[in-house]
């Protein structure tokens, strides 16, 4: 998927207000029709873009936030995620019956604010469930997570990904709450929306990783010093585009058709 790549480049390194503008001309210029949903809380202000493919009255959202923490190129975090959406929007069949709706949000790094003021003031009626794509650039493992229990959206990922041929705690996992990360989906799920992260790693990290993530006595120190990839450039100045992997794009981007077919 070099296309998602070259997608992704439209963001990378470039400052929010231009990363912003850069997903609404990527929309406008496709003459894709998009709803705009500009916010102001203190003194964030950003502009989310949404689009839904298809016409039923099940939502199925997926975000990708387009903001990126300062002094970051933002390429893993968060304009690969960026780059697989807009280039889905292109190719995607949806399922009679559902509405798939893709959530470019603002404003992520500052607690989600972009997704929690979308779902305050357009709500989540019709909403079956979301995924918030983040880190979806470098790996070959998919793992959808702050899932401590199945829902429908676990399941459906299972599913998908178990008709990819995708082996489960292999070439996908599905694991619960995570510490000290997060993303948008959390605002969905605080509305009572079945909502999870989706993020690739390298398979061969998945134990390091789970260490790194899950165990308790790992401070702050451990987590800055010896962070396995993909967190080693995460929100560092090394988070740029040639550290992506266009595999790792295109791995997300069948998972999420599967999935989709799979909801619908
Ligand atoms: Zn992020």
Known sequence: MTRALALAGLLAGRPNAEREAAVAD??????VPFVRHAFAIGESRGESFAVDLGSGDRVFVLCA????VPGSPGANDNAAAVGILLELLERVPVPPGLRVRLLFTAAEELDYLGARAYVRDVGVSGVVGALSLELCGIG???VVWDAAEETPVTRAFRAALDALGLQADAGYHVVGRIP???SDHRAFAAAGVPAHGLTVVPAANADALRRFIFHPRWGALRFLLRRPAPFDTYHTPRDAVATLDPRALDLVGRALEAVIAEVG
């Open 140 to 142: 070959d493992s998919l």
């Open 26 to 31: 990527a929309l406008a210029s496709r003459g």
């Open 180 to 182: 000290r990360f997060g």
């Open 65 to 68: 936030h387009h903001d990126a």
